[in-house]
């Protein structure tokens, strides 16, 4: 119930919003001991707890898989889905950088990856801590978020500096396609040898808001093309 806000709140949600789901949530613990009480005395609290358990099965099919195939997420819902725990760690914590890490096992497409590195940062405590998001187990990885200890952090130093969750606006899919839009002679150039697609998202005196760096190739420094786009308004910054 105390992180529900805070993920609305990233999601883009208002707190009238969030009010009404925690409201409901309250009715739904509460409300049903207006009558179970009545219920327990007739039939035993046995049977009661029976059909609670019964309520809350759900039956398969015969030959439905389980488990959906591994799918890939956007920049932003991994930052989505990090934050809550991040927020569990440092009521304080910041996003620093963005990146993504491309999968063999998850194919990377239309701006969503495998599995994501987000670098949160805490000025009261003056710490560190690197959260991941993966659809699956791969080496290191781990499926799901996942966080490593945290370490010493001295504060905006070089280029990058901490950014505000809510200047998050424009995601890696709408990045990738102000990008394309900005390469057409590159990516006709490079045909079927296009290179893999990376992002990173970070804050540095060099704009005015949180940029993604959209690049094609193997790393920041190897990159062929890198494009910059503006996570808060969407608007094309440059390119290297």
Known sequence: MAATPLAMQVCGFGFADAALVLEWHVIGMFAPGFFTGALIKRFGAPQIMGVGV??????IPAGM?????????????????????????????TPLTIRNMNLAQVKSDAG???????????PSRSRAK???????????????VFSTQDQAWGGPSGQQSPFLAAALKVDTNEALETAKKESKVFLKEQGDQLPQVLFL????????????????????????????VDAATGEFRGLN
């Open 130 to 144: 690197i959260y991941t998001w993966s659809a699956v187990e791969d080496g290191s990885l781990h499926k799901g």
């Open 54 to 59: 019964l309520l809350n099965e759900r039956p």
């Open 112 to 122: 969503k990856a495998g599995a994501w590195e987000i670098v949160y940062v805490s």
């Open 201 to 228: 998202l970070e804050f540095t005196p060099r704009f005015p808001d949180p940029t993604w760096r959209v690049m094609w190739g193997d790393s920041v420094g190897t990159a062929k093309q890198t494009v910059f």
């Open 65 to 93: 898989k389980v488990e959906k195939p591994a799918e890939p997420v956007t920049g932003r819902q991994a930052f989505q889905l990090t934050f809550p725990s991040a927020r569990g760690w440092a009521a304080d914590a």
